[in-house]
């Protein structure tokens, strides 16, 4: 099958489930991070695939945004002492730098292979 053979798969849908962003079907990862090297669903070649640091560097902006602001408004509102405050935003911040790096990672392979399909089509054709 080509990949017109294939319904569109939403980049976000295929990023927040971590599917295949060809079929939306088969898993993305094999490990936490680990990218397959192909899709169990429709042998889409994945081992390619390199988000670079662009997942992390969108947890650390939007995490930084989010717990900077909550930091200075329980600062402000409550003046906990600074023991509170690693209490509070340690596990906050791993926690959701857990939580988002692997959709955020799913999310830009999903749209790095719709926005550049031919390099898929061209290291297959190899």
Request: charged share 20%; with cysteine; net charge neutral.
């Amino acid at each position: 099958m080509t990949d017109g053979d294939y319904r569109a798969v939403s980049p976000l849908k295929a990023g927040l489930l971590a599917r295949c962003p060809r079929c939306g079907q088969g898993r993305l990862f094999r490990g936490f991070l680990t990218v397959r090297d192909r899709c169990d669903s429709c042998g889409l070649d994945l081992a390619g695939n390199d988000s670079g640091d662009g997942p992390a560097v969108f947890v650390i902006l939007i995490l930084g945004f989010i717990v900077v602001g909550l930091a200075l408004w329980v600062e402000l509102a409550f003046e906990p002492p600074l023991w509170l405050h690693a209490i509070l935003w340690a596990p906050t911040i791993i926690g959701g730098a857990l939580l988002m790096l692997r959709p955020l990672k799913a999310t830009l392979i999903a749209l790095h292979y719709k926005h550049r399909r031919d390099d898929y089509e061209s290291s297959r054709d190899s």
